[in-house]
């Protein structure tokens, strides 16, 4: 069955940075739109960034523009959340998604924490 493997979560400083990666297995991430969630307890979970198929283009919530940078890697079957300047809000359990219609897979969902 198809997994979507995410690893570099963790806890960082302010102002520091992670690497978030998210690997597909049994599944072809070339046909797939790819995109980063986040959640944290009480609210729904909420779009980060998009990356598009062929053409590659890029979205970003608002608050994480200049500062996130989405990447996919058809080769590697992978995508990656870059994440910079880190600011204590941006706490919370962030998944990846492999989107076809109309299916879709998602990350188990690395815990990131930034705190002092």
């Known amino acids: 069955q198809v997994q979507l493997v995410e690893s570099g979560g963790g806890l960082v400083q302010p102002w520091g940075s992670l690497r978030l990666s998210c690997e597909g297995l049994?599944?072809?991430?070339?046909?797939?739109?790819l995109s980063w969630y986040r959640q944290t307890p009480g609210k729904d979970r909420e779009l980060v960034a998009y990356i598009g198929t062929i053409s590659g283009s890029t979205s970003y919530a608002d608050a994480v523009k200049g500062r996130f940078t989405i990447s996919r890697d058809n080769v590697k079957n992978g995508v990656y959340l870059q994440m910079n300047s880190l600011k204590p809000e941006v706490t919370a359990v962030y998944y990846c998604?492999?989107?076809?219609?109309?299916?879709?897979?998602w990350g188990q969902g690395p815990q990131v924490t930034v705190s002092s």
């Open positions: 049994r599944v072809s991430f070339s046909l797939y739109s």
């Open positions: 998604k492999a989107a076809l219609v109309p299916f879709s897979y």
